[in-house]
């Protein structure tokens, strides 16, 4: 055999053997990511509905994925809502919890988002934006409050927006608006329909 045929041989063993091994790690990272986003999106639906003991998932679609939460004793608790919208950056991805009538928000979270540091990006920050949320009457569409305000002058459904950074606040608004229309649509359309379950 020839030395280029020798040459040949090797290259193509090496090649075959880096392809490989390459498949391999790129099959192991993409299972670490989704065993990382799966985590996250655990300990999302135990943050934005309080007393979930386990959750089912029970629609899916792009961008919007709900499930519902339920209790020690079975009953459920409230849904969580896994959702995204369209920042001033660039997507914003956040999960909400209400509770099973749909009249009220428990909590809402901000999952990922670019959004400009120390401006948009501080809808991820409780103190000014996160806890306007809070046990928030969701019964009609929420409205954004501009200026802001204290907490206790605003109004049944309205959230304050985040001073410097009223588009990020709104795209956070609109997504939650949109969404809560979404699943309340999904389940008088009998797409989403809900088991009870009284513990027995």
């Known amino acids: 055999m020839s030395l280029s045929s020798r040459m040949v ?47 089912t998932k029970i629609y899916e679609e792009k961008d919007f ?16 809502i896994y959702t995204a919208g369209t920042g001033f950056q660039d997507k914003i991805v956040l999960m909400f919890g209400t509770d099973a009538e749909i009249n009220k928000i428990f909590r809402l979270t901000i999952l990922d988002q670019k959004e400009t540091p120390g401006l948009g990006a501080k809808i991820t920050d409780k103190e000014a934006f996160l806890k306007y949320w809070e ?15 204290a907490q206790e002058e605003l109004g049944a459904f309205e959230v304050n927006a ?22 309340r649509s999904l389940i008088q359309g009998g797409t989403i329909q809900i088991e009870e379950n009284n513990g027995q």
Not at 21 to 35: K, P
Not at 162 to 183: H, Q, R
């Open 9 to 55: 041989i090797v290259l193509t063993a090496v090649g075959i053997i880096s392809g490989g091994l390459l498949s391999t790690v790129g099959i192991l990272t993409r299972a670490r990511i989704e065993a990382n986003r799966l985590r996250e999106i655990e300990e999302a639906i135990i943050t934005v509905v309080p007393g979930a003991k386990t959750n």
């Open 65 to 80: 994925t709900v499930y519902t939460t339920r209790n020690d004793q079975g009953q459920i608790q409230g849904f969580a």
């Open 135 to 149: 046990n928030k009457d969701c019964s009609h569409p929420l409205m954004l409050k501009k200026p802001p305000v």
């Open 162 to 183: 985040i001073t410097g950074a009223t588009i990020s606040s709104e795209a956070v608004l609109a997504t939650v608006n949109a969404s809560l229309a979404k699943l």
